[in-house]
């Protein structure tokens, strides 16, 4: 099908186009000057392939977020996370004049806590169910794979047992709360004990202290109906009572230590879901073989694929002569986005391996005349569910794939993976299903137009 929709005149024409009244205008300005009976045509009937496609592994530490919880999606299974990290000991503070003047003299202890910043916004599930966070102590050193310095969400390093603290709490998605667990008290004293010992050489130092105590799990029972984020900023807290003229209250605080050692462990269950297939091995799993859908939820393994198998067929439209402007628009299924939101930013990243690795992101040229990651600019219609979608200008994309030799285009891997830009990726729950081209609930469509030569 093709549509006409204006001439353009010789020498003179500036044309805009109204994709939608809330889409921005496409301007083609005097691309074909000195060219008579020309016209711009838009073609909608080019079919994208859509597909799911599985990650491997992704890094999780230095992000300055931890996860704990899990819940079940209808959709894509049974997701569980937990979070490690290391501890530094207060400041040293060694006695040197003898007199006996140490901050912890005339004090008795009191308790030991932790205490947990929650991230803002980072959060997914129900939140009128309460979520239990669970604390242990790592019975090892966290240690990144192959001598590396990261580590990923498929890692975990070994903890003791016995929980030293737990506690149930209502989290309140409007406000960024902190929480408090009480630890084990027999843990909190030895602690006291060490910080009062100026010749302690666990506390004298935090390579000493790492090698005493080699860290802290948060997690929470594998049946939990949250998954939440929390901040670097967790302090175990030893709390104590200084006598003097008043009784006050104390405390000395272990903070997080190696923010790079800092990660989260995420598994998913995806039995009986409609991507369960999707694996190491199976990596990519087709929109016609799962109802014509496609499932994106990064930090739970997978992306979505878009591929143009046909885009050579552009210089084959009748009396083509120059492509103007090239628009995808990705719609996710109506329905889909009212218990689980939507990602707020898409991107749309370059491939062209069969594992899928992610290369250079779609960009626009921005007001600074620098380019700028193109992140679909989220449209939620609120009333019908029709018009929600994401919108990307793939226009240098295709006259890129155009110069291609057609003996070595499109390829068997060369495509586009839409993903939550990459701060999100490994931190952020929010999900999308998206339909493809012959999908009436979420259609994906690529608009080209171009101009001919009648």
Same mark, same amino acid.
């Given at each position: 099908?093709?549509?006409?929709?204006?001439?353009?005149?010789?020498?003179?024409?500036?044309?805009?186009?109204?994709?939608?009244?809330?889409?921005?205008?496409?301007?083609?300005?005097?691309?074909? !000057?000195?060219?008579?009976?020309?016209?711009?045509?838009? !073609?909608? #009937?080019?079919?994208?392939?859509?597909?799911?496609? &599985?990650?491997?592994?992704?890094?999780?530490?230095?992000?300055?977020?931890?996860?704990?919880?899990?819940?079940?999606?209808?959709?894509?299974?049974?997701?569980?996370?937990?979070?490690?990290?290391?501890?530094?000991?207060?400041?040293?503070?060694?006695?040197?004049?003898?007199?006996?003047?140490?901050?912890?003299?005339?004090?008795?202890?009191?308790?030991?806590?932790?205490?947990?910043?929650?991230?803002?916004?980072?959060?997914?599930?129900?939140?009128?169910?309460?979520?239990?966070?669970?604390?242990?102590?790592?019975?090892?050193?966290?240690?990144?794979?192959?001598?590396?310095?990261?580590? &990923?969400? %498929?890692?975990?390093?070994?903890?003791?047992?016995?929980?030293?603290?737990?506690?149930?709490?209502?989290?309140?998605?409007?406000?960024?709360?902190?929480?408090?667990?009480?630890?084990?008290?027999?843990?909190?004293?030895?602690?006291?004990?060490?910080?009062?010992?100026?010749?302690?050489?666990?506390?004298?130092?935090?390579?000493?202290?790492?090698?005493?105590?080699?860290?802290?799990?948060?997690?929470?029972?594998?049946?939990?109906?949250?998954?939440?984020?929390?901040?670097?900023? !967790?302090?175990?807290?030893?709390?104590?009572?200084?006598?003097?003229? &008043?009784?006050?209250?104390?405390?000395?605080?272990?903070?997080?230590?190696?923010?790079?050692?800092?990660?989260?462990?995420?598994?998913?269950?995806?039995?009986?879901?409609? !991507?369960?297939?999707?694996?190491?091995?199976?990596?990519?799993?087709?929109?016609?073989?799962?109802?014509?859908?496609?499932?994106?939820?990064?930090?739970?393994?997978?992306?979505?694929?878009?591929?143009?198998?046909? %885009?050579?067929?552009?210089?084959?439209?009748?009396?083509? %002569?120059?492509?103007?402007?090239?628009?995808?628009?990705?719609?996710?299924?109506?329905?889909?986005?009212?218990?689980?939101?939507?990602?707020?930013?898409?991107?749309?990243?370059?491939?062209?391996?069969?594992?899928?690795?992610?290369?250079?992101?779609? %960009?626009?040229?921005?007001?600074?005349?620098?380019?700028?990651?193109? /992140?679909?600019?989220?449209?939620?219609?609120?009333? #019908?569910?029709?018009?929600?979608?994401?919108?990307?200008?793939?226009?240098?994309?295709?006259?890129?794939?155009?110069?291609?030799?057609?003996? #070595?285009?499109?390829?068997?891997?060369?495509?586009?993976?839409?993903?939550?830009?990459?701060?999100?990726?490994?931190?952020?729950?929010?999900?999308?299903?998206?339909?493809?081209?012959?999908?009436?609930?979420?259609?994906?469509?690529?608009?080209? /137009? &171009?101009?001919?030569?009648?």
């Amino acid at each position: 099908m093709t549509k006409s929709f204006l001439t353009i005149l010789l020498f003179s024409a500036s044309v805009f186009f109204f994709a939608s009244c809330t889409k921005p205008d496409i301007q083609f300005g005097q691309e074909l !000057v000195n060219i008579s009976n020309t016209q711009i045509v838009m !073609v909608d #009937t080019f079919s994208p392939k859509l597909s799911t496609v &599985y990650i491997d592994s992704f890094i999780t530490s230095g992000k300055g977020v931890g996860l704990t919880g899990g819940y079940t999606d209808p959709v894509f299974g049974k997701i569980n996370t937990q979070s490690y990290f290391e501890l530094a000991p207060p400041p040293y503070n060694k006695d040197y004049t003898g007199t006996g003047s140490s901050i912890y003299d005339n004090t008795v202890y009191d308790s030991l806590s932790l205490i947990i910043k929650l991230q803002g916004g980072s959060y997914y599930g129900d939140t009128t169910k309460q979520i239990q966070i669970n604390v242990h102590r790592l019975a090892e050193l966290i240690t990144p794979p192959n001598n590396g310095s990261a580590l &990923y969400n %498929v890692n975990t390093t070994a903890v003791y047992p016995t929980a030293l603290g737990s506690g149930t709490f209502t989290i309140y998605p409007a406000r960024t709360d902190t929480v408090a667990i009480k630890l084990n008290n027999a843990l909190g004293v030895e602690l006291y004990n060490k910080l009062k010992n100026s010749n302690d050489i666990d506390m004298q130092n935090s390579s000493n202290f790492l090698l005493y105590f080699n860290g802290l799990r948060i997690s929470s029972p594998a049946l939990s109906n949250l998954a939440i984020g929390y901040k670097d900023s !967790v302090i175990m807290r030893v709390h104590y009572r200084k006598f003097g003229m &008043y009784v006050t209250n104390e405390h000395s605080d272990f903070t997080v230590y190696n923010p790079g050692h800092h990660y989260s462990n995420i598994t998913i269950n995806r039995t009986g879901t409609p !991507v369960a297939g999707i694996n190491s091995v199976n990596r990519e799993i087709p929109s016609e073989q799962t109802n014509n859908k496609s499932y994106l939820q990064a930090i739970t393994g997978t992306m979505v694929k878009i591929t143009f198998p046909t %885009v050579s067929d552009i210089l084959h439209l009748p009396n083509y %002569v120059k492509l103007m402007s090239a628009r995808l628009i990705v719609r996710p299924m109506q329905g889909s986005y009212v218990t689980y939101p939507l990602p707020p930013q898409l991107r749309l990243s370059v491939t062209s391996t069969a594992a899928n690795n992610i290369g250079n992101d779609i %960009v626009f040229v921005n007001s600074a005349g620098g380019a700028a990651t193109q /992140y679909g600019g989220l449209y939620i219609d609120n009333i #019908t569910g029709v018009n929600t979608s994401y919108s990307y200008d793939l226009t240098a994309y295709f006259k890129s794939l155009l110069l291609i030799s057609a003996g #070595t285009f499109p390829g068997d891997h060369n495509g586009l993976l839409l993903s939550p830009p990459s701060n999100f990726f490994e931190t952020n729950f929010n999900r999308a299903i998206i339909g493809n081209n012959i999908n009436t609930l979420g259609k994906l469509e690529l608009q080209i /137009y &171009y101009g001919s030569v009648q």
